[in-house]
């Protein structure tokens, strides 16, 4: 739970820092205080270290783009046009586990479903179109169905 004046790690690619810290009001609410937020930018594609208050957690994390298309309530903001990291996945992974994250699909290729099949969890949240491997809603994802 975020307590009122605790420091607080925000991890998004440049655009999505943008709208967060230019447009979405609930992050003044969080920034009273100077530095209570550390904001980090990700790029698809690179590593990077989430940090567990000033120092490093052990988790190494790699976002993955997942779609150009902005959110409908990041759409509405002046200034947004489409990039590829309008929303990205993330591949979290600490000692020998992974986890892969990925909020919104837009498009299932082989790159992914490999990133799927080496992941020891996955949580994906919503999917855009299908691919022969996608389950049925409400049947469980088998990325290896052989």
Known sequence: MLRELQPLNVYATAPVLRILRERNSMFGMVNRVPNQIAWHTIVPGAEFELMEGEGPSGLRCEAVGLSCRYPAYAKEASG?????????????????KTLAFFPAVAQWDNALLERLRSADVVAVLALARRHPAAAKAGDRFDPDPS
């Open 80 to 96: 947004v046009s489409a990039a590829p990291e309008a929303v990205v996945g993330v591949q979290v992974s600490a000692s020998v």
